[in-house]
């Protein structure tokens, strides 16, 4: 069989199990099969597959068919430009992420010196390692619960040659930040979806991706409330900031605001939604 017609084929398969852009999913798993980029695929439709290649093909498309994410089967997720491991075991970054991560950049490339910076659970670690590698001079600490997922921050911290530069911490919230720390960044992507909406997430998030790193509490807050709690952990004139659902904008704003942070602002995603939230601390 050949390129072509296995793409062709493919793509019907997965569309007849309700798989979202099936033709590009099948491109993506042939070329990580063959071993090509993906746009070479189309130089080569003639090309004949191997048994082997075949056969490891139809493993993949029985999987993805069971809606087990395309990230996880290729085993990298995209993020910032750069490729990072991902697993079962934490969050595959997302576009609205890259958000953050750019506006994080712009604030730290206008601060002087070595700023501190704190991912607030960390996950793959694309918000450290990307932070890290784009701004040199920044002290960069991550932090999670999960010694599994740090494991794979640890792997893609060395992917990108900033494992040196990163310091680790296992620990849940604050608890697991050294006491009198202090930082002049924190950003964080935490856990905002309500327990009781998670059952209505697709399966390939609800079954595939890490419960802790989606479940926020009854009203999706838990980790805002905390969040907005460690105002104290920021430098004078520091910001910290976060993603968060839609639909939280107000509640999250509302949340800092009480905690006594100075400046609120909330920044939008790509697509133009409230998305980030921005707390700078006073001058006290």
């Excluded at 992917?159 to 930082?183: K, T, Y």
């Excluded at 998030?205 to 969040?227: I, K, Q, S, T």
């Amino acid at each position: 069989m050949t390129v072509l017609e296995v793409i062709q084929r493919s793509t019907e398969f997965l569309a007849r199990k309700g798989i979202e852009s099936p033709r590009l999913q099948v491109e993506w798993l042939l070329a990580h099969v063959l071993g090509l980029p993906r746009l070479q695929l189309y130089l080569n439709f003639e090309r004949r597959l191997t048994d082997a290649e075949l056969e490891a093909l139809r493993d993949l498309l029985r999987r993805r068919a069971r809606h087990e994410p395309l990230q996880h089967l290729l085993g990298t997720a995209v993020f910032c430009g750069l490729e990072f491991t991902v697993n079962r075991q934490v969050l595959i970054p997302r576009p609205e992420t890259e958000v953050l991560a750019d506006l994080a950049l712009q604030w730290l490339k206008s601060r002087p010196g070595q700023p501190r910076v704190l991912d607030f659970g960390t996950g793959s670690g694309c918000l450290a390692v990307t932070l890290a590698r784009e701004h040199p001079a920044a002290r960069v600490r991550a932090l999670d619960v999960s010694a599994e997922a740090l494991a794979v921050a640890r792997e893609n911290a060395a992917r990108h040659g900033v494992a040196e530069r990163i310091e680790w911490l296992e620990g849940e919230g604050w608890a697991g930040v050294p006491a009198g720390s202090r930082f002049d960044l924190i950003v964080a992507n935490p856990p905002y979806i309500p327990t009781g909406d998670l059952a209505g997430l697709p399966p390939e998030v609800r079954d595939f991706e890490p419960r802790a790193a989606l479940d926020g509490g009854p009203d999706g807050l838990r980790f805002y409330r905390e969040l907005a709690a460690g105002r104290e952990r920021v430098e004078p004139g520091g910001r910290l900031m976060a993603e968060f659902g839609d639909g939280q904008a107000e509640a999250v704003v509302g949340l800092f605001r009480e905690a006594g942070w100075g400046e609120v602002d909330v920044a939008p995603d790509l697509a133009g939604q409230p998305r980030i939230v921005i707390a700078t601390r006073g001058a006290s």
